[in-house]
């Protein structure tokens, strides 16, 4: 037992490593939020992402290197909601200019993050859908809402315990919200209808 004391200085010394990586990783996770937060409310805004896409991919790329020799902590939650709230907003801002999706790979997300981010972008979808219909653009509106029944179709795929992949709640989630929206322009295709028999017979009056 000569070598007790150098065994367990060496695991400590370990633990002291992982756990400085694991608070600089955290804070870069932070800030991965944060950044992605601010690029969904710049989008609705119409504003330039740019840098601020380019600043949380930074920190992405930290994320990753950070943690390369340590992948426990690469697959902990606080790295997986981090990344899960990047694809978010990298899958919303590639579907509002009409362009080709990222792919897991190219965001350096596993496969969970993209799918759970893919079902929050629904919500932003149906944000741009109510936004389309308070300017009375019925088109525009059934455009977003066809978005959203894209990404549904795709998640309902996945069907798999939460041991997995924790994405039955936002399946739910995604079907209400698409459900909702669909009803309200239903009614709005109905109100614009009534309003063109209106016009017709005051032309005739």
Known sequence: MDNLDKIVD???QNLDDKDAIREVALKSCRAVTRLSTAMIQAVHRR??????FNDARDEDSRIRSLLVEHPDLLHAGFVESAFQELCEAAILLA??????????????????????GMADCIGELRRFALDFLRAGDVEG?????????????????FNYPNALISIKRKQDIARSL????RGELAVAVRGRELEKKIEEIDKKL
């Open 10 to 12: 060496r695991i400590e």
């Open 95 to 116: 579907v509002i200019h009409d362009q080709e999706l990222p792919t897991p790979k190219e965001m350096g997300a596993t496969d969970t993050a993209y799918l759970l």
């Open 178 to 181: 698409i459900e909702k929206t």
């Open 47 to 52: 504003d330039d992402v740019d840098v601020l």
């Open 141 to 157: 509106a059934s455009a977003y809402l066809g978005k959203m029944e894209r990404f549904y179709a795709v998640l309902i795929r």
